[in-house]
Nanobody, 123 residues
């Protein structure tokens, strides 16, 4: 199982940007498809973005498409989520997840999770 640690969250004004990082350790990171999810208070965890093991494929939730970009550096065992044009409705705890099938978007599809990082967007 891979261990994941997110960082980069914080408080930002609407329209601003943040870059989240997810550092992995344990088994071979480059073999894993990775994903980002988020969970706002009182809501279910929802899919945000995913990236294939090679980085050649990415896909996004409609709510973030065109604003968020996922990338990875397998040499650094790290996946990133660049978030631009942030909106108050993006406020949530953001989680990275590993070890899911290609194009998976359901939390139950992923075997490893980080502890989450809080993103708060003020209006």
């Amino acid at each position: 199982q891979v261990q994941l640690v997110e960082s980069g969250g914080g408080l930002v004004q609407a329209g601003g940007s943040l870059r989240l990082s997810c550092a992995a350790s344990g088994r071979t990171f480059s073999l894993y498809n990775m994903a980002w999810f988020r969970q706002a208070p009182g809501k279910e965890r929802e899919f945000v973005a995913a990236i294939s093991w090679s980085g050649s494929s990415t896909y996004y939730a409609d709510s973030v498409k065109g604003r968020f970009t996922s990338s990875r550096d397998n040499a650094k065992n790290t996946v990133y989520l660049q978030m631009n044009s942030l909106k108050p409705e993006d406020t949530a705890v953001y989680y990275c997840a590993a070890d899911g099938p290609a194009e998976a978007t359901m939390p139950a599809d992923f075997g490893s999770w980080g502890q989450g990082t809080q993103v708060t967007v003020s209006s």
